[in-house]
């Protein structure tokens, strides 16, 4: 694996740890290393809509959905966020 899938899967562990914030940093941190990691920007993405943050998490959806037009699940969260939005 790569750093930046090291980081990724750092992400998903913390996340199921409940450490939130923990892997929001591991998140982004893959993000910086690879702007195109498309499940980190996805998995980053449901963080913020969990707190909220629809708007910003819509962003991360569609540059998943950039990065990997076959990405089901962020496919599937941006239309979630979309309607949200009233869009």
Same mark, same amino acid.
Request: glycine share 8%; hydrophobic share 45%.
């Given at each position: 694996?790569? =750093?930046t899938?090291?980081?990724y899967?750092l992400?998903?562990? =913390?996340?199921? =740890?409940?450490q $939130?914030?923990?892997? *929001?940093?591991?998140? @982004?941190r893959a993000i *910086?290393?690879?702007p @195109?990691q #498309?499940?980190?920007?996805?998995?980053l993405?449901?963080?913020l809509?969990?707190?909220g943050?629809?708007r910003a #998490?819509?962003? =991360?959806f *569609?540059? %998943?959905? %950039?990065?990997?037009?076959?990405h089901?699940?962020a $496919?599937?969260?941006?239309? @979630? %966020?979309r309607?949200l939005l009233?869009?």
């Amino acid at each position: 694996p790569t =750093l930046t899938d090291i980081h990724y899967h750092l992400g998903v562990v =913390l996340s199921d =740890l409940g450490q $939130t914030g923990r892997a *929001e940093a591991a998140y @982004r941190r893959a993000i *910086e290393m690879d702007p @195109r990691q #498309a499940d980190a920007l996805n998995n980053l993405g449901i963080l913020l809509a969990q707190r909220g943050d629809t708007r910003a #998490a819509l962003e =991360l959806f *569609e540059r %998943a959905v %950039a990065a990997n037009p076959a990405h089901p699940n962020a $496919t599937q969260n941006a239309a @979630r %966020a979309r309607r949200l939005l009233g869009g």
